[in-house]
């Protein structure tokens, strides 16, 4: 099956479907890339990595799923291009479309990764905004799946920030059948709008529980992030202070179910809203959601840009 769609912008752009293809893709190709049996399907295509925002993970994933793939990537930073500043998104994009076969960009602006999908005529991947992380949540949902066989009927609990992770993770419950509860002080919940507008495309079974030892109860996964995304340094020290209820320890952990699994996207700030004992901890699965985000991004790239198969 093929994707409708050029660019990988949103989960929400996508059917169940379509979806499931690209998770049965990663299934598929992540052992042999493992044992680096992969077959090339891409040789001399090259991916454009544009980072406005620092990396560990996107970056490398992205650069080795490429090469997994036979092709290569080029690195790009806020020091180079000045889109916007010394050059037209569209112009940016039809140039770039000229030299590369697929864009991955991490920026601020949802809008930015849009107007570029809208111009390039390759694919347009996010890696990021300050909307939503798509390729983050539909490797962790990858990660679940291997766990615990489904997402179906499971109940996914986000503690901590209505962020760009809480968006694409409430996205994603309007294709799968999973309940998604995020627990935030009042304030930082997921805007009433980004909720509304979700709605109108599908029915996520979605509530915003403040409480965080009520919203864990009968927690399947227990998710969480930074309290202060990238880009909101300013307001770190004033939200630790808001959201110090919120803190994912064993206690929080002890409410949820006995075989929940511990689910961060990284980087972590231990000791504020995770604590050792439960990032190292038997629940956890961090690094295995990190090791995911290769084989989804793979799966992503090898299905959305011009390859020897498709
Ligand atoms: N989870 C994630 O996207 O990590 P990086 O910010 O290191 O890419
Ligand atoms: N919400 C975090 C995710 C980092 C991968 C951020 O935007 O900084």
């Known amino acids: 099956m093929k994707l409708n769609r050029k660019d990988f912008l949103s989960i929400r752009d996508f059917s169940r479907d379509e979806l499931e293809t690209i998770l049965?893709?990663?299934?598929?190709?992540?052992?042999?890339?493992?044992?680096?049996?992969?077959?090339?399907?891409?040789?001399?295509?090259?991916?454009?990595?544009?980072?406005?925002?620092?990396?560990?993970?996107?970056r490398i994933s992205f650069e080795v799923a490429i090469r997994q793939l036979g092709g290569s990537s080029l690195y790009i930073t806020d020091r180079e291009i000045g889109i916007g500043s010394r050059e037209a998104p569209k112009d940016v994009a039809?140039?770039?479309?000229?030299?590369?076969?697929g864009i991955m960009i991490r920026t601020f602006d949802q809008g930015l990764v849009e107007a570029l999908a809208e111009h390039a005529t390759v694919p347009i991947i996010n890696g990021l905004t300050d909307l939503l992380h798509p390729c983050?949540?539909?490797?962790?949902?990858?990660?679940?799946?291997?766990h615990r066989g489904s997402i179906d009927g499971k109940k996914i609990v986000f503690i901590g920030d209505g962020n760009n992770v809480a968006r694409s993770w409430l996205n994603a419950a309007a294709r799968f059948p999973f309940s998604f509860v995020l627990s935030a002080p009042?304030?930082?919940?997921?805007?009433?709008?980004?909720?509304?507008?979700v709605?109108?495309?599908?029915?996520?079974?979605?509530?915003?529980?403040?409480?965080?030892l009520e919203a864990v109860t009968g927690a399947d996964v227990v998710y969480t992030d930074?309290?202060?995304?990238?880009?909101?340094?300013?307001?770190?020290?004033?939200?630790?202070?808001?959201?110090?209820g919120y803190q994912v320890n064993e206690q929080l952990m002890s409410r949820a179910n006995g075989d929940c699994?511990?689910?961060?996207?990284?980087?972590?700030?231990?000791?504020?809203?995770?604590?050792d004992g439960v990032i190292d901890g038997p629940h956890s699965v961090v690094f295995d959601e990190a090791e995911n985000r290769t084989h989804i991004q793979r799966a992503i790239m090898a299905l959305l840009i011009q390859g020897e198969n498709n």
């Open 261 to 275: 699994l511990f689910m961060h996207c990284l980087p972590a700030h231990r000791g504020d809203e995770v604590t």
């Open 186 to 197: 009042a304030g930082y919940e997921i805007d009433a709008s980004f909720v509304e507008e």
């Open 94 to 101: 039809n140039v770039l479309s000229r030299y590369v076969d």
């Open 24 to 58: 049965a893709l990663c299934e598929k190709q992540k052992p042999l890339a493992r044992e680096h049996r992969l077959e090339p399907t891409h040789p001399g295509r090259v991916l454009a990595c544009i980072f406005h925002k620092p990396s560990l993970r996107t």
């Open 226 to 244: 930074v309290w202060a995304s990238m880009g909101q340094e300013d307001v770190k020290e004033a939200r630790g202070r808001i959201f110090a």
């Open 136 to 146: 983050q949540v539909l490797g962790d949902i990858f990660t679940i799946i291997e």
């Open 199 to 212: 709605q109108g495309h599908g029915s996520p079974d979605y509530r915003w529980i403040q409480d965080p």
